[in-house]
């Protein structure tokens, strides 16, 4: 549903919004540095990918050169991107892509908060890059699928081998996928919503 | 109704200050409130009454502002307005208690936190999802 700004006075009240609030869900885009999650949400985003940023605070205690005890607080700021995609029934379907480094992993909890669940993307050439965030989903039992990335459409590797090497239990939907076409990346939102309700209804 | 142009007086010139300006000093220096969990997908809608927002600090404004005409997110907020997430959760959580504008949180799919989970309501919601992403 779209409505455009009241191009008339101000007091024109009834702008054209609709009734109530759009329902919102969001699925989490995950996997390692530079694996093309931005790539996969601006491949069927209605905006271009936007970019959000937090400010954490690290707390690190230590000993300074001259012998003394460092107390000190340091700031990061960590970028998250995310896109929208407006659907039928005011639905809005919100894509968000995970902080690259593991490091931030505690950021995720208030990312997948809520979520329908995470599509994985898998790099063959970087494998181990996708692990803590296999690990972070299967050990919470968020339902999530792996999209193997086939850079410039190739796929160098069998699914099987892949799900194997990263141990993935037989379950988990695996699929390959490019991020850079819309196609693609539709059946990889396809498989998780269908492997969410899966979930629900085995519960 | 507030709209952008009734709000938008020297609003550039305001909000290109206020990028100088430290994150926490537009939150008088808080760094949590009530509603600082509230997830990034919350929408936000300016309530009619919001018309004079005079008084208020170019960071509210600016929110006032660009949530005017449709339902943002508070992810949508900080990224457009350049503003820490922290910071727009602090200030937008002011702003709702001031009655400038209402929060929407609907989080109606809960797929793996067992509390207060509706699984007939998350597989219908899912199901308007899976409809309409197959038809894009």
């Known amino acids: 549903m779209v409505f455009q700004p009241s191009s008339g006075p101000a007091e024109a009240t009834a702008v054209s919004k609709p009734v109530g609030a ?22 069927i985003s209605d905006i271009e990918p936007l970019n959000t940023e937090a400010a954490m605070t690290e707390h690190s205690v230590g000993v300074d050169d001259a012998g003394g005890v460092s107390d000190r ?7 998250m991107d995310f896109g929208r995609i407006e659907l039928p029934g005011s639905l809005w379907l919100y894509l968000f892509g995970t902080p690259g480094q593991d490091r931030f992993l505690f950021m995720w909890d208030d990312l997948v908060r809520g979520a329908i669940g995470a599509v994985v993307l898998v790099d063959t050439d970087r494998l181990e890059q996708c692990f803590p965030a ?14 193997v990335n086939c850079f410039d459409g190739v796929a ?38 269908q492997h969410a309700m899966q979930q629900i209804r085995a519960a | 109704m507030m709209n952008r142009r009734s709000s938008s007086h020297s609003m550039d010139g305001e909000h290109f200050e206020a990028a100088t300006v430290r994150p926490y000093a537009v939150t008088g220096g808080r760094v949590r409130s ?38 943002v997110s508070i992810a949508e907020v900080s990224a457009l307005l ?12 002011d702003l709702a208690e001031d009655g400038y504008l209402t929060i929407h949180t609907s989080t109606p799919v809960n797929v793996h936190t067992g509390h207060g989970q509706n699984p007939a309501l998350s597989l219908s919601v899912l199901e308007s999802v899976l409809n309409g992403i197959s038809a894009l």
């Open chain 1, 22 to 43: 759009p329902t919102v869900v969001k699925i989490v885009v995950a996997g390692g540095f530079a694996v093309g999650k931005t790539t996969f949400i601006g491949s």
């Open chain 1, 73 to 79: 607080k340091t700031t990061t700021t960590v970028a």
């Open chain 1, 134 to 147: 296999v690990d972070y989903f299967e050990s919470r039992g968020i339902p999530f699928v792996v999209g």
């Open chain 1, 156 to 193: 160098k590797h069998r699914l099987e081998d892949v799900r194997e090497a990263l141990q993935i239990p037989a379950h988990v939907p695996m699929l390959y996928t490019d991020a850079r076409s819309r196609a693609a990346t539709k059946q990889s939102l396809i498989a998780l919503v």
């Open chain 2, 34 to 71: 009530a509603t600082s969990n509230l997830p990034l997908e919350t929408l936000i809608e300016v309530l009619p009454g919001a018309v004079d927002s005079r008084g208020l600090p170019p960071e509210k404004r600016a929110i006032l502002s660009h949530a005017a005409s449709t339902y």
């Open chain 2, 82 to 93: 350049r503003m820490p997430l922290g910071v727009v959760r602090i200030l937008i959580a």
